[in-house]
């Protein structure tokens, strides 16, 4: 059994850039989000720069190495592109994930089985330059093996299928994605894996997660973002840091 010890919260400031983007302009500054989000208490702040660009820029990636006190959890996909860029800024932490340019936003866990020996030459050089290499998966065994095999130090797993059958009332199909998401924390755990979580949380579902003790970290950030606009960022983000200690503290 993992320590019940505190609960790390990354933020993800994504969406305080897609909103910026739509204007074409400078507000709201996701570098702003980024000190306000520190303030708050988020242990970390996590951004994706995706591959057209759409919310986080490669000058935010760079303001934000400069501002931020706390860790920079960088999302990317896994392309040449994206690798120098990491290897170049060498942040805290580097998390693989999936990406399509034609989806909303990350549509499930990484093909980690599928793509053993690619990934496992493609993180390397990663690990190699100081970063910290998690891989965002789905709660499946299959894939949990495999980012163990090519020597990723953390797992994420994503919570998404959970989030959406509770937001659908579908209350079976949410408690057996919730089982799921149990087993295979403790199972990457006992393979010595760190494990996160992450994707859809929310006030509503965020204390089942929480309360797993093997999970270390939770990165939340289009829920936040959007609570920002009614509560202000660090209300919103102190709410969801009050949910997650009660969670595990309970």
Same mark, same amino acid.
């Given at each position: 059994?993992?320590?019940?010890?505190?609960?790390?919260?990354?933020?993800?400031?994504?969406?305080?850039?897609?909103?910026?983007?739509?204007?074409? #302009?400078?507000?709201?500054?996701?570098?702003? +989000? %980024?000190?306000?989000? =520190?303030?708050?208490? !988020?242990?970390? *702040?996590? @951004?994706?720069?995706?591959?057209?660009?759409?919310?986080?820029?490669?000058?935010?990636?760079?303001?934000?190495?400069?501002?931020?006190?706390?860790?920079?959890?960088?999302?990317?996909?896994?392309?040449?592109?994206?690798?120098?860029?990491?290897?170049?800024?060498?942040?805290?932490?580097?998390?693989?994930?999936?990406?399509?340019?034609?989806?909303?936003?990350?549509?499930?866990?990484?093909?980690?089985?599928?793509?053993?020996?690619?990934?496992?030459?493609?993180?390397?050089?990663?690990?190699?330059? #100081?970063?910290?290499?998690?891989?965002?998966? +789905? %709660?499946?065994?299959? =894939?949990?093996?495999? !980012?163990?095999? *090519?020597? @990723?130090?953390?797992?994420?797993?994503?919570?998404?299928?959970?989030?959406?059958?509770?937001?659908?009332?579908?209350?079976?199909?949410?408690?057996?994605?919730?089982?799921?998401?149990?087993?295979?924390?403790?199972?990457?755990?006992?393979?010595?894996?760190?494990?996160?979580?992450?994707?859809?949380?929310?006030?509503?579902?965020?204390?089942?997660?929480?309360?797993?003790?093997?999970?270390?970290?939770?990165?939340?950030?289009?829920?936040?973002?959007?609570?920002?606009?009614?509560?202000?960022?660090?209300?919103?983000?102190?709410?969801?840091?009050?949910?997650?200690?009660?969670?595990?503290?309970?």
């Amino acid at each position: 059994m993992a320590t019940q010890g505190k609960l790390r919260l990354g933020v993800n400031i994504d969406h305080v850039a897609t909103v910026r983007n739509a204007r074409g #302009g400078a507000y709201p500054d996701p570098l702003r +989000a %980024a000190r306000a989000a =520190q303030e708050a208490g !988020a242990d970390g *702040i996590t @951004a994706h720069l995706r591959e057209d660009r759409r919310h986080i820029t490669d000058a935010d990636i760079e303001g934000l190495l400069d501002v931020l006190n706390v860790p920079l959890n960088f999302e990317m996909a896994a392309t040449d592109e994206m690798q120098k860029i990491a290897l170049r800024h060498k942040p805290h932490a580097v998390c693989i994930v999936p990406e399509k340019r034609e989806e909303r936003t990350t549509e499930g866990g990484l093909e980690v089985a599928r793509e053993e020996n690619r990934l496992a030459h493609f993180i390397a050089p990663l690990r190699e330059a #100081g970063s910290r290499v998690s891989i965002f998966i +789905a %709660a499946d065994k299959r =894939q949990i093996e495999a !980012a163990n095999r *090519i020597g @990723a130090e953390v797992i994420e797993l994503h919570t998404g299928a959970y989030c959406d059958a509770f937001a659908e009332g579908h209350w079976e199909k949410a408690e057996q994605e919730l089982q799921k998401l149990r087993e295979m924390a403790a199972f990457g755990h006992d393979l010595g894996l760190e494990i996160h979580a992450g994707h859809g949380l929310t006030y509503d579902t965020v204390s089942p997660i929480a309360a797993l003790s093997q999970v270390q970290e939770l990165n939340i950030g289009h829920f936040l973002v959007g609570e920002a606009i009614f509560l202000g960022l660090g209300p919103a983000i102190e709410e969801m840091r009050r949910l997650m200690d009660e969670a595990r503290n309970g």
